[in-house]
């Protein structure tokens, strides 16, 4: 496996994922720190940014693409093993119900 090019304990803490979160709310972080941090750790040879990056570019590089992913193509993915995928579902499906209690709420659904 190849080495990271870093590790996230590495960067200066106002690059970090879930320090720059705390500092400037969830917002401002990119789709891949988002799932960086919902992913917690890395394996060795990729940090949790890297592997965030390489399982958003499978999906199309949006959140929308990897909710219409089936888990069996995502835990395809080197390094993706049950916890990590379990916690993207888990975060996928939260997403759906909240956007379909807001739908529903409009008087959409």
Not at 22 to 41: N, Y
Request: aromatic share 2%; no cysteine.
């Amino acid at each position: 496996m190849k080495q990271s090019k870093y590790r996230i304990k590495d960067l200066p803490e106002d690059q970090r994922p879930r320090e720059k979160l705390l500092k400037h709310g969830a917002d401002k972080l990119s789709d891949v720190e988002l799932l960086a941090i919902l992913l917690r750790t890395g394996t060795r040879g990729k940090s949790a940014i890297e592997m965030a990056d390489e399982i958003l570019r499978s999906a199309g590089g949006t959140f929308k693409g990897l909710a219409g992913k089936d888990i069996d193509e995502i835990i395809k993915i080197p390094g993706i093993k049950n916890a990590k995928v379990i916690t993207i579902a888990a975060a996928l499906e939260i997403t759906r119900r909240v956007s379909k209690q807001i739908l529903k709420d409009k008087g959409i659904i």
